[in-house]
C-alpha cells in the first residue's frame, strides 16, 4: 500500500516537474512583434511560420495595421519590424530605421466579373479616378455608372497606385475600404465597381484589367513591363536585436524568396 501511494506521489512531482520545464521553454522564448501593411500580412504571416520551424527559441507574431502604423509602431517600440507596401518617404529617412525589399508587387486594377470591359488606358484610368470619366459607355462598357473604390487615407496600397499615375490628392473615391479583402469583396458584389488590390490576391471573385494592353502578373511586373508596381519592405530600428536580424535575414534568402514566389509576389533576388 504505501509502495503504491509513494509511486503516485513520484509520479505526480514528475508530472509538475515536467509540465514546469515545459512551460518555462515556452516562456523563455524570444517574441519578435510584426505590423503594418495589410497587403504584406499574409506573406508576413508565411515567413514567420517557416521561420519558426527552425528557430524553436523565436515566436514571431504578426499583425496588420497599414503602412503608416509601420513606422509609428517600430520608432515606439510597440513593434520590432514594420511592413511596408510602398517606398520610404523622404521624411522617414531620417528616422534612421533601416530599410530591406523583401518583395515586389503589382497593383492590379479590378473590376466585376461581368464587366464587359477588359483591358483599359492609364489615360482613361486617371480620368476615372480623378471623376472625369464616370459611366462605363465612355470606355467600351455598359451603361453604368462607374463606382470608385479604393483604400484609406494612409494605405501603402493608395499610396503605391496614387504616386505611379501622379494623381495623389485627386482621386475621387465613391467608397474607401481598410483591407485588401474588403475592396475584392465589395468589388465583387457591385456591378459598375473598380477597385485596386495588390495582384497577388486577386481571384475568380473578380476580374483583372489589362492596363495599355498589358496584364498584371509574375512575367510583366518582373519585366516592369506593367508599370503599377512597388515594393514590399520590412523596415527596423538600426540597432535591432540579432534575433530579429536573423529573421530578416531569413526572408531575403533562397527559402524565403521561394514563399515570396509561392504567394504570387516576385523575388528580389
Known amino acids: ?11 505526480i512531482l514528475t508530472l509538475i516537474i515536467l509540465g514546469s520545464c515545459t512551460g518555462g521553454s515556452e516562456i523563455e ?8 501593411s495589410n497587403s ?13 520551424k527552425n528557430a524553436s527559441d523565436i515566436r514571431v507574431e504578426v499583425q496588420g495595421g497599414g503602412s503608416g502604423a509601420a513606422i509609428k509602431n517600430v520608432e515606439s517600440g510597440i513593434a520590432d519590424a514594420g511592413n511596408l507596401s510602398r517606398p520610404l518617404s523622404d521624411d522617414e529617412k531620417t528616422k534612421g530605421l533601416v530599410e530591406t525589399i523583401i518583395a515586389i508587387d503589382g497593383i492590379s486594377l479590378i473590376v466585376h466579373k461581368d464587366n464587359g470591359v477588359s483591358d483599359i488606358t492609364t489615360d ?12 462605363w459607355k465612355e470606355i ?8 470608385v473604390i479604393g483604400r484609406e487615407a494612409g494605405s501603402g496600397t493608395r499610396d503605391g497606385f496614387e504616386s505611379t499615375l501622379n494623381i495623389k ?11 485588401t479583402g474588403q475592396i475584392k469583396t465589395q468589388v465583387g458584389n457591385t ?16 476580374k483583372g484589367l489589362k492596363v495599355d494592353g498589358v496584364e498584371a502578373n509574375t512575367e510583366t511586373i518582373n519585366k516592369k ?17 540579432e534575433k530579429v536580424k536573423s529573421f530578416i535575414n531569413f526572408i531575403i534568402s533562397t527559402e524565403g524568396q521561394k514563399i515570396v514566389s509561392t504567394k504570387g509576389f516576385i523575388p528580389v533576388n
Open 225 to 241: 513591363e506593367y508599370k503599377i508596381q512597388r515594393p514590399f519592405i520590412v523596415v527596423t530600428k538600426k540597432d535591432a536585436s
Open 40 to 52: 504584406v500580412e499574409s506573406l508576413s504571416k508565411a515567413f514567420s511560420e517557416a521561420f519558426s
Open 169 to 179: 490628392e485627386k482621386t475621387k473615391y465613391t467608397i474607401e475600404l481598410n483591407e
Open 140 to 147: 467600351g462598357g455598359d451603361d453604368q455608372e462607374i463606382v
Open 1 to 11: 500500500m504505501k509502495n503504491k501511494i509513494l509511486i503516485t506521489i513520484v509520479s
Open 191 to 206: 456591378k459598375g465597381a473598380i477597385g485596386y488590390i495588390s495582384t497577388g490576391y486577386v481571384d475568380s471573385t473578380v
Open 29 to 36: 522564448k524570444t517574441v519578435i512583434k510584426v505590423s503594418g
Open 124 to 135: 482613361n484610368l486617371i480620368k476615372v479616378f480623378n471623376g472625369e470619366i464616370k459611366n
